[in-house]
């Protein structure tokens, strides 16, 4: 009997062959988008799963409660891990984890003979307790983990920075020399990772918390209030209750902060936030890896569905609508003998056998467009045997359950035809199923509409953000980190060598720069109020002309001079918004003071200027309170040069030349201001691109269906064509009867596919605190391109039967 | 006896009005007969065969089949019932073209729930009594009407059913093959199948041992 159906389903195929070629290429490319997004998700969602024990792993996270605002934080301060696990016996294990704040990168020497053989610059180098390595799981190829972190000045490094150093040699016990901010230090090498799974702790190297200037501070830290800049992991005790002992936090920050945090004007809270949902559904992971989003997995896992479903619904209406070719044959098997459940079975396996079909050649497209994938969605996946066997299943699974869904309608409606009138010749599609494919039609050219729509806001938007004015000058502004104790303090001589050169309008230093993370802020307030009545603004250290050379706006006051020998001690520079909320006018708020308490003492500044609100941060967020300080210690970590030249290749080479005669151990490295602001939206681009691609496959597949309509009637009414052609119907006329009804489901489509589009892409513009609005025109564009395409696809047979000889097509009948 | 018609009522509504397409139909036949139905167009032998066929039910009236009332039983006893015992040889063949010969005749064995080795053998048989060995591998487009036909009668009879119901089998085939055909009627009903063929050929319609009139629905002497 299978044999039988098999052989039946197959000698269809071969004989539709157009028919075919639609419903298969469609399966398989709406089956290939569902497996890249399998492969997607079970990334995403493999983030910190693999350590021993993960389900007890939880890291400490800080609410900061001040009068006007709460705030999340993954941070908190040193004595916090061993302090819990020393007063909560469900707290088994701790330990802290420490990134540099605006360093992104550390430099690498190695010694050989008393010379430097080798220097270069790596960037994701955490500090980390001796426990690290015994909460979290990484495959070691060198060394101990237990014991790798024990002695300070002790580092482990990725199997590639290993590599770098040593080539094929073991770099076990070997020293290298890593330069920081944290100090020159000769580090030895305990141990050797390969970064095998995914975790968002993705460290490139660890370095003993205790080393440095960081394990000098560590050491002394006992305050609970303040410097709250480190992350701290817990493991509980097996089957402990983690909202329980979240619940007791509270009482212990206020037994070690309370009166710190009293006499400073904030509160905190602590929470708990499982290690193997950070990836996905923390707020904030700080400096570490950056996070997924689970919208966006639940955004392409519904697209990936609907790509699919269009596909199954090309082979639904396909298939009902070829159904006289198929009824004579159902009528048959009927009359010698076949009842309604085998015909049934037959024609599921038909579709099954397609979806299969469909699955092979879907197998072959993932392979193929992996790596593309990979690049427009910023992951490293790729396909192991034996660690995605589960997947394998899961991709089979797809298959059936494709085959079904697509083919149990046809196969019910087939299957019940009645033998009698289709022997009689009396076939006809019934009502019902011409709506219904009518219905599928509609759907999907919604579904194409929709996405169409949401790339057309998403590109706009981007537009927008990459256009919105920021506040001061972005382009042409070259900046150069200075990460280590020896580029930090040539910054003046190579500041002055590179003034020199007459295009370079003017450069400047600073602890930071606007659109990268900072996490400087201070709690103020003014005269008269206490530090109750706090106001948080966030700081930037800068040096004497970085507001100029930035081009910040200056509307009262002024910015900082060397005229003013006061300025390096305690004075702020604030923008509108700081100055709003102290209650102050840009006019009135000069020469005001600031206070903050720190250790019983209190701390002075004076306002000296005002600049126009300018965006620190993407246009995600908007604007807040601001201030700039002189940073009397001179510990930049940017330095920004504002060039004016059609030549930044020479300039670059230039400024190379000036790094390397203060600097002839570190490499020279820089990026442009504008570029890395853009970075910021870096997950909406790429949503928006992966967006925009599903959507022209989706037009695709469901162009496919359309044509596959267009085919049958055009071949179904070749008759009515030749007869209209005799009696004097001219090829445009034939075209528009043909087309008519298919573009009227678009419209319909449109209709549909506009209120639920402008629904969603609100939705997704609530993100932006800056956005544009939805305008109508972008309903025009949408409609527009959608049934020009419908319009192409279709005219394309119409034409075609238009063209046929019509002497031809009624001789036939 | 194997069947019986008692007062058969056929009629269709419409808005015009009810058409009857048969009326009052009265019929028996006997185990072994062979029947021609004769009729001019549209005057109901078609709705009369499908009704006998249990493909089609009567508005009104009493259809028994080997004793069993067809129609008050349920369904799924009719089907049983037909597929047991009945075959049909259509005008226009009916064949499924994506099979090839072999396979259409094999067809009904498959729905009999037949095992493999006994469906080969059985269809062997038919092939090498109706000299179609040579032909089994190939399409119905591929063979000529009257060897269309001829794959028609084999795919009925191969369940070897009591009745075959054919109408017009010889419809749209020459004389020479109509005889052929005819012959082969001939044939089976002398080895006990009952044969109840619609036709408009008095030459045909002698092969058989009754001849019914029928005349807008009615029928005649
Ligand atoms: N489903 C139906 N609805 C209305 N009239 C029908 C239907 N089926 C058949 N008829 C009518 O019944 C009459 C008898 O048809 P049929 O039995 O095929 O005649 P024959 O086979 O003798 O030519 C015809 O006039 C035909 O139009
Ligand atoms: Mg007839």
């Given at each position: 009997?299978?044999?039988n159906?098999?052989?039946?389903?197959?000698?269809n195929?071969q004989?539709?062959?157009?028919?075919?070629?639609?419903?298969i290429?469609g399966l398989?490319?709406?089956?290939?988008?569902?497996?890249?997004?399998?492969?997607?998700?079970?990334?995403?969602?493999?983030?910190d799963k693999?350590?021993?024990?993960a389900?007890?792993m939880y890291r400490v996270?800080t609410?900061f409660?001040?009068t006007?605002?709460t705030?999340?934080?993954?941070?908190t301060?040193?004595p916090?891990?061993?302090?819990?696990k020393?007063d909560?016996p469900?707290v088994e294990?701790?330990?802290r984890?420490f990134?540099?704040?605006?360093?992104?990168k550390a430099?690498?020497?190695?010694a050989?003979?008393?010379?430097v053989?080798?220097s270069?610059?790596?960037s994701?180098?955490?500090m980390?307790?001796s426990t690290?390595?015994?909460?979290f799981?990484?495959?070691f190829?060198?060394?101990?983990?237990h014991t790798?972190?024990?002695e300070?000045?002790s580092?482990?490094?990725?199997?590639?920075i290993?590599?770098?150093?040593?080539g094929?040699?073991s770099?076990?016990?070997k020293i290298v020399?890593?330069?920081?901010?944290?100090?020159?230090i000769?580090?030895?090498?305990?141990?050797?990772?390969?970064?095998?799974?995914?975790s968002?702790?993705?460290?490139?190297f660890?370095?003993?918390?205790?080393?440095?200037e960081?394990?000098?501070?560590?050491?002394?830290a006992?305050n609970?209030a303040f410097?709250?800049?480190f992350?701290?992991?817990?493991?509980?005790?097996?089957?402990?209750n983690?909202?329980a002992?979240?619940?007791?936090?509270?009482?212990?920050?206020?037994k070690?902060?309370?009166?710190?945090?009293k006499?400073?004007g904030f509160?905190?809270?602590?929470?708990?936030?499982?290690v193997?949902?950070?990836?996905?559904?923390?707020?904030?992971n700080?400096?570490m890896?950056g996070?997924?989003?689970i919208s966006?997995?639940?955004l392409?896992?519904s697209?990936a569905?609907?790509?699919?479903?269009?596909a199954?619904i090309?082979?639904m209406?396909l298939?009902?609508a070829r159904?006289g070719?198929r009824?004579?044959?159902?009528?048959?098997?009927?009359?010698?003998?076949?009842e309604?459940?085998?015909?049934i079975?037959?024609f599921?396996?038909?579709?099954?056998l397609?979806?299969?079909l469909g699955l092979?050649?879907?197998?072959?497209?993932v392979f193929?467009f992996?790596p593309?994938?990979?690049?427009l969605?910023?992951?490293s996946?790729h396909i192991?045997v034996?660690?995605h066997v589960?997947t394998?299943?899961?991709?089979?699974?797809?298959?059936i359950?494709?085959g079904?869904?697509a083919?149990?309608y046809p196969a019910?409606?087939?299957?019940?035809f009645?033998p009698i009138?289709v022997?009689?010749?009396?076939?006809?599609?019934?009502?019902?199923?011409?709506n219904l494919?009518?219905g599928?039609?509609?759907f999907q050219?919604?579904?194409?509409?929709?996405?169409i729509?949401?790339s057309l806001v998403?590109?706009?938007?981007?537009?927008y953000?990459?256009d919105q004015s920021?506040g001061?000058?972005?382009a042409?502004q070259?900046?150069?980190?200075?990460?280590?104790?020896?580029?930090?303090s040539?910054?003046?001589?190579?500041?002055?060598?590179?003034?020199?050169?007459?295009?370079?309008?003017?450069?400047?230093?600073?602890g930071s720069y606007?659109?990268i993370?900072s996490a400087?802020d201070?709690?103020?307030y003014?005269d008269?109020?206490t530090?109750?009545e706090s106001?948080n603004v966030?700081l930037n250290?800068v040096d004497?002309?970085?507001?100029?050379?930035?081009g910040f706006k200056?509307?009262s006051?002024r910015?900082?001079?060397k005229?003013?020998?006061a300025?390096?001690?305690?004075?702020?520079?604030l923008n509108?918004?700081?100055?709003?909320a102290f209650g102050?006018?840009?006019?009135?708020?000069?020469g005001?003071r600031?206070?903050?308490?720190w250790n019983?003492?209190v701390?002075?500044y004076?306002i000296i200027?005002?600049v126009?609100?300018f965006?620190y941060?993407?246009l995600?967020?908007s604007i807040?309170?601001?201030?700039?300080?002189?940073d009397?210690?001179q510990?930049?970590?940017?330095?920004v040069?504002?060039?004016?030249?059609s030549?930044?290749?020479?300039?670059l080479?230039?400024m190379?030349?000036q790094?390397k005669k203060?600097?002839p151990?570190e490499?020279f490295?820089?990026?442009?201001m504008d570029?890395?602001f853009?970075?910021?939206?870096?997950t909406e681009?790429?949503?928006?691109t992966?967006?925009?691609?599903?959507t022209?496959?989706?037009i695709?597949?469901?162009c496919?269906?359309?044509?596959g309509?267009?085919?049958?009637t055009?071949e179904?009414?070749i008759?009515e064509?030749?007869?209209?052609k005799?009696?004097g119907a001219?090829i445009?006329n034939?075209?528009?009867?043909l087309?008519k009804?298919?573009?009227?489901l678009v419209?319909?489509?449109?209709?549909?596919?506009g209120p639920?589009?402008?629904?969603a892409?609100?939705?997704?513009?609530?993100?932006?605190?800056?956005?544009?609005e939805?305008?109508?025109?972008?309903?025009?564009?949408?409609?527009?391109?959608?049934?020009?395409?419908?319009?192409?696809?279709?005219?394309f047979q119409?034409?075609?039967?238009?063209?046929?000889?019509?002497?031809?097509?009624l001789?036939?009948? | 006896?194997l069947l019986q018609?008692?007062?058969?009522?056929k009629?269709?509504?419409s808005k015009a009005g009810?058409?009857?397409?048969?009326?009052?139909?009265?019929f028996?036949?006997?185990e072994?007969?062979?029947i021609?139905?004769?009729g001019p167009?549209?005057s109901g032998?078609?709705?009369?065969?499908h009704?006998?066929?249990?493909?089609?039910?009567?508005?009104e009236?009493?259809y028994y089949?080997?004793e069993q009332p067809v129609?008050k039983?349920?369904e799924?006893?009719?089907?049983?019932?037909?597929k047991?015992y009945?075959g049909f040889?259509f005008?226009?063949?009916h064949?499924?073209?994506?099979l090839t010969?072999?396979e259409?005749?094999?067809?009904p064995?498959?729905y009999?729930?037949?095992?493999?080795?006994?469906?080969?053998s059985?269809v062997?048989?038919?092939?090498d009594?109706?000299?179609?060995v040579?032909?089994?591998?190939?399409?119905p487009?591929?063979l000529?009407?009257?060897?269309?036909q001829l794959?028609g009668?084999a795919r009925?009879?191969?369940t070897?059913?009591?009745?075959?119901?054919a109408?017009?089998?010889?419809?749209?085939?020459?004389?020479?093959q109509?005889e052929?055909i005819?012959?082969?009627?001939?044939?089976?009903?002398?080895e006990?199948?009952?044969i109840i063929q619609?036709t408009?050929s008095?030459?045909?319609?002698?092969?058989g041992?009754?001849?019914i009139?029928l005349f807008?629905?009615?029928?005649?002497?």
């Amino acid at each position: 009997m299978l044999r039988n159906y098999f052989k039946i389903a197959f000698r269809n195929l071969q004989k539709n062959k157009a028919f075919s070629f639609i419903n298969i290429l469609g399966l398989s490319v709406g089956m290939a988008c569902c497996m890249l997004i399998l492969l997607y998700v079970q990334n995403e969602i493999s983030y910190d799963k693999h350590h021993t024990r993960a389900e007890d792993m939880y890291r400490v996270g800080t609410t900061f409660v001040t009068t006007d605002q709460t705030k999340n934080m993954p941070y908190t301060p040193a004595p916090m891990a061993f302090t819990l696990k020393a007063d909560f016996p469900e707290v088994e294990q701790a330990t802290r984890v420490f990134v540099p704040f605006n360093e992104d990168k550390a430099i690498f020497k190695l010694a050989e003979n008393g010379k430097v053989s080798k220097s270069f610059y790596e960037s994701k180098g955490y500090m980390a307790d001796s426990t690290f390595f015994d909460l979290f799981s990484y495959k070691f190829i060198e060394g101990v983990p237990h014991t790798a972190l024990n002695e300070p000045n002790s580092v482990v490094v990725s199997e590639e920075i290993a590599q770098k150093l040593f080539g094929n040699q073991s770099a076990l016990n070997k020293i290298v020399h890593i330069a920081s901010s944290n100090g020159n230090i000769d580090f030895k090498i305990t141990g050797v990772f390969r970064p095998d799974k995914l975790s968002t702790i993705d460290g490139r190297f660890f370095m003993s918390l205790s080393s440095g200037e960081m394990g000098a501070y560590v050491r002394s830290a006992r305050n609970f209030a303040f410097n709250n800049m480190f992350y701290t992991f817990i493991r509980l005790q097996p089957g402990s209750n983690p909202q329980a002992l979240e619940k007791k936090l509270t009482a212990f920050i206020n037994k070690y902060a309370g009166a710190d945090m009293k006499a400073a004007g904030f509160k905190k809270k602590q929470f708990l936030e499982a290690v193997s949902d950070l990836h996905l559904k923390s707020e904030d992971n700080g400096q570490m890896a950056g996070k997924g989003s689970i919208s966006y997995v639940y955004l392409l896992t519904s697209i990936a569905i609907f790509t699919l479903l269009i596909a199954c619904i090309n082979f639904m209406n396909l298939s009902t609508a070829r159904s006289g070719k198929r009824a004579a044959e159902v009528g048959i098997r009927k009359v010698v003998g076949a009842e309604k459940a085998m015909l049934i079975s037959q024609f599921l396996g038909e579709s099954l056998l397609l979806s299969i079909l469909g699955l092979v050649i879907a197998s072959v497209l993932v392979f193929l467009f992996l790596p593309v994938f990979n690049q427009l969605a910023s992951t490293s996946i790729h396909i192991e045997v034996s660690q995605h066997v589960f997947t394998f299943l899961g991709f089979i699974a797809l298959a059936i359950i494709t085959g079904l869904i697509a083919g149990s309608y046809p196969a019910f409606y087939l299957a019940s035809f009645q033998p009698i009138k289709v022997l009689k010749g009396k076939f006809t599609n019934t009502l019902a199923a011409v709506n219904l494919r009518r219905g599928l039609v509609i759907f999907q050219f919604s579904i194409s509409i929709i996405l169409i729509l949401a790339s057309l806001v998403v590109w706009k938007q981007m537009n927008y953000l990459k256009d919105q004015s920021l506040g001061f000058k972005q382009a042409q502004q070259v900046v150069i980190p200075l990460r280590t104790k020896t580029t930090k303090s040539s910054y003046e001589a190579l500041k002055t060598e590179i003034q020199k050169n007459s295009q370079v309008v003017s450069a400047a230093a600073a602890g930071s720069y606007p659109g990268i993370f900072s996490a400087r802020d201070q709690n103020f307030y003014t005269d008269g109020k206490t530090g109750a009545e706090s106001v948080n603004v966030k700081l930037n250290d800068v040096d004497y002309n970085f507001i100029e050379t930035l081009g910040f706006k200056v509307i009262s006051g002024r910015p900082f001079s060397k005229n003013f020998a006061a300025d390096t001690n305690s004075r702020i520079v604030l923008n509108e918004k700081a100055v709003a909320a102290f209650g102050y006018t840009p006019e009135n708020v000069i020469g005001k003071r600031l206070h903050f308490d720190w250790n019983n003492e209190v701390f002075d500044y004076e306002i000296i200027g005002v600049v126009k609100d300018f965006h620190y941060e993407g246009l995600q967020q908007s604007i807040g309170r601001f201030g700039f300080l002189l940073d009397r210690n001179q510990n930049y970590n940017y330095m920004v040069v504002n060039v004016n030249t059609s030549s930044m290749e020479s300039m670059l080479q230039f400024m190379e030349t000036q790094w390397k005669k203060f600097n002839p151990e570190e490499p020279f490295e820089y990026t442009f201001m504008d570029q890395d602001f853009q970075r910021n939206y870096d997950t909406e681009q790429r949503m928006g691109t992966i967006v925009s691609y599903f959507t022209f496959i989706a037009i695709f597949i469901s162009c496919l269906g359309l044509y596959g309509l267009a085919t049958f009637t055009a071949e179904q009414r070749i008759k009515e064509i030749g007869i209209r052609k005799v009696l004097g119907a001219s090829i445009t006329n034939i075209v528009q009867l043909l087309s008519k009804d298919f573009l009227k489901l678009v419209l319909i489509a449109l209709l549909i596919a506009g209120p639920i589009a402008w629904y969603a892409m609100n939705e997704w513009l609530q993100k932006f605190a800056y956005r544009i609005e939805i305008q109508w025109w972008m309903f025009a564009i949408a409609g527009c391109m959608a049934l020009l395409i419908a319009f192409l696809t279709v005219s394309f047979q119409a034409v075609k039967a238009a063209l046929i000889n019509p002497v031809k097509s009624l001789k036939t009948e | 006896m194997l069947l019986q018609l008692n007062k058969v009522f056929k009629w269709y509504d419409s808005k015009a009005g009810r058409t009857f397409i048969l009326r009052d139909v009265n019929f028996d036949v006997q185990e072994g007969e062979f029947i021609s139905i004769m009729g001019p167009s549209g005057s109901g032998k078609s709705t009369l065969l499908h009704i006998l066929g249990m493909m089609d039910e009567p508005s009104e009236g009493e259809y028994y089949f080997i004793e069993q009332p067809v129609h008050k039983i349920r369904e799924k006893q009719r089907s049983e019932l037909y597929k047991k015992y009945i075959g049909f040889v259509f005008q226009a063949y009916h064949l499924i073209d994506e099979l090839t010969v072999y396979e259409n005749i094999e067809t009904p064995l498959l729905y009999h729930g037949m095992k493999s080795s006994e469906r080969q053998s059985l269809v062997a048989d038919i092939l090498d009594r109706f000299h179609m060995v040579g032909k089994k591998d190939l399409f119905p487009s591929q063979l000529s009407g009257g060897q269309q036909q001829l794959v028609g009668i084999a795919r009925a009879i191969i369940t070897k059913p009591k009745l075959i119901l054919a109408d017009e089998p010889t419809g749209n085939l020459n004389s020479k093959q109509g005889e052929e055909i005819m012959d082969l009627f001939k044939q089976l009903n002398q080895e006990g199948v009952t044969i109840i063929q619609v036709t408009h050929s008095e030459k045909n319609a002698a092969y058989g041992s009754r001849i019914i009139n029928l005349f807008d629905g009615r029928i005649e002497g």
